[in-house]
C-alpha cells in the first residue's frame, strides 16, 4: 500500500482532496481502491454539476463491489478525467495521479479545514 501524500486532505468516505487555489482535484484514496480491488466502471458527474460536501458526485464499481463516491467540499465541477472514465483501472494504477476523479472550484473554501491530514487518515484506516 503506498503512502497517502502529506498535501493532501481527506475524508472517512476515503476521496482525497488537493487544493490549488481555487480549484480542488478529487481522487480516491489507495486504501480504498485496494480494498474494492480491479475498478471497472466509473460514473462521475458532468463538468458544470453543483455538488455538495459530503453529497454524492459519482459511483466507484469493482469486481468486488460497488460504492458510491463523496465530494470533500462543495462546489462546480469544473474538469472531469474522462481517461479514468475511459480506463478506470488507472485509478488502481495511480490513484493519487493520472487517477483523479474531478476538479470542483470551491463555493466555501473553509469546507477545507474539516477534512482529515494524512496522519489523521492513516490512524482512521488503522495506521496503514
Not at 476523479?101 to 496522519?119: C, F, G, M, Q, R
Amino acid at each position: 500500500m503506498r503512502v497517502n501524500p502529506e498535501d493532501l486532505s481527506y475524508t472517512e468516505t476515503h476521496e482525497w482532496a488537493k487544493v490549488d487555489g481555487n480549484v480542488v482535484t478529487i481522487g480516491l484514496t489507495d486504501h480504498a481502491q485496494s480494498e474494492l480491488g480491479d475498478i471497472v466502471y466509473l460514473e462521475l458527474p458532468e463538468v458544470g454539476a453543483d455538488v455538495e460536501a459530503g453529497g454524492e458526485f459519482g459511483v466507484v464499481e469493482s469486481v468486488k463491489a460497488a460504492s458510491e463516491l463523496y465530494a470533500p467540499v462543495s462546489g462546480k465541477v469544473v474538469k472531469v478525467n474522462g481517461a479514468a472514465t475511459q480506463e478506470p483501472a488507472l485509478v488502481n494504477r495511480d490513484c493519487y495521479g493520472e487517477g483523479w476523479l474531478v476538479k470542483i472550484e470551491l463555493k466555501d473554501p473553509s469546507e477545507v479545514e474539516n477534512l482529515k491530514t494524512a496522519a489523521e487518515y492513516k490512524e482512521f484506516i488503522g495506521g496503514q
